[in-house]
């Protein structure tokens, strides 16, 4: 057998027993032939992904409502139908995902016919419904893989991702509770930085909300813009914090009195404006020993 790097193939193979004989009685049927069942194995000649060659770079645990124009499309559409896990090789190789497997909340084993692999700096989408996700992300040109089995847990969980070899490769978890407007809203979760290390449990701050809404699958997520705190300050009416708001961006003002849980709300959304200006909010219930404040850019 002759294969190119990075192909794999499936080969099936038979055990003869020359001296296999039927058994007989009421719960042995006969099994006259003499090969055994088929057995499948898989074989890649491409470089398997190890520790460290993948990030887990986006998640859409909880996708937004169901649109008309994509009941449309197609009639059984349901939200979960737009989940996805985005990918990314940060090795500097191309790397072979047959017999890659992903266990927890949801579970695929990838085959290797076709051959799968991901160039150096690319990206992979693995899809709840593959052929639901371009009617929400028409754009959408890098490969898509899956189905796979189970939904996201809109809760959060943990999402193991296994190499051919049994290595552990990622061991990811999320929670819905880290960002409100990833919980149902649209936005996805989004991986802050590629050199954290990638088979972590990395926790909320390693996270972000996505700047546009659905997110970005097989695309770099763009950054939102950095905002300029001008002051924060007590007054007689409560806290005043002022910033310079950048037009075209919509602001999320959050508190929490415990950095410790992370347990954010929404004190005020600050909507879009056509020019940039300075704005201040008051923010007159600040009763507790201490408030923590969390300002963010979003996408309109």
Do not use: C
């Amino acid at each position: 057998m002759t294969q190119a790097k990075g192909e794999t193939a499936t080969l099936v193979a038979r055990a003869f027993d020359a001296g296999h004989r039927s058994r007989t009685g009421a719960n042995n049927p006969a099994l006259t032939s003499l090969w055994s069942g088929p057995q499948r194995a898989l074989l890649s000649w491409g470089k398997h992904p190890q520790p460290g060659d993948l990030l887990v770079t986006e998640i859409q645990f909880h996708p937004g409502a169901l649109t008309e124009v994509e009941l449309a499309q197609q009639i059984a559409l349901r939200e979960e139908d737009f989940e996805f896990f985005e990918i990314k090789n940060i090795s500097s190789e191309q790397v072979e995902l047959a017999g890659l497997s992903i266990l927890g909340g949801v579970r695929l084993e990838l085959e290797g016919d076709p051959s799968i692999t991901v160039e150096p700096g690319g990206y992979i989408v693995l899809a709840k419904n593959p052929s639901a996700l371009p009617i929400r992300h028409p754009t959408l040109s890098v490969p898509l893989l899956g189905p796979y089995q189970g939904n996201l847990s809109n809760g959060g969980e943990s999402i193991q991702f296994i190499n051919q070899e049994g290595q552990l490769l990622l061991d990811v978890d999320y929670d819905d509770d880290w960002y409100t407007e990833t919980d149902g809203e649209g936005h996805t979760l989004v991986l802050r930085n590629e050199l954290q290390i990638p088979a972590a449990n990395l926790g909320a701050d390693a996270w972000r909300s996505s700047t546009s809404v659905e997110g970005s699958p097989g695309l770099e997520d763009p950054q939102a813009a950095e905002i300029e705190m001008l002051a924060i300050e007590m007054q007689e009416g409560g806290v005043s914090i002022t910033f310079l708001q950048t037009a075209g961006v919509r602001y999320l003002l959050e508190t929490t009195t415990d950095l410790q849980q992370l347990d954010w709300s929404i004190l005020q959304t600050i909507p879009v404006v056509d020019q940039d200006k300075n704005t201040s909010i008051v923010d007159a219930n600040h009763m507790e020993p201490q408030r923590f404040y969390r300002l963010r850019a979003v996408a309109p």
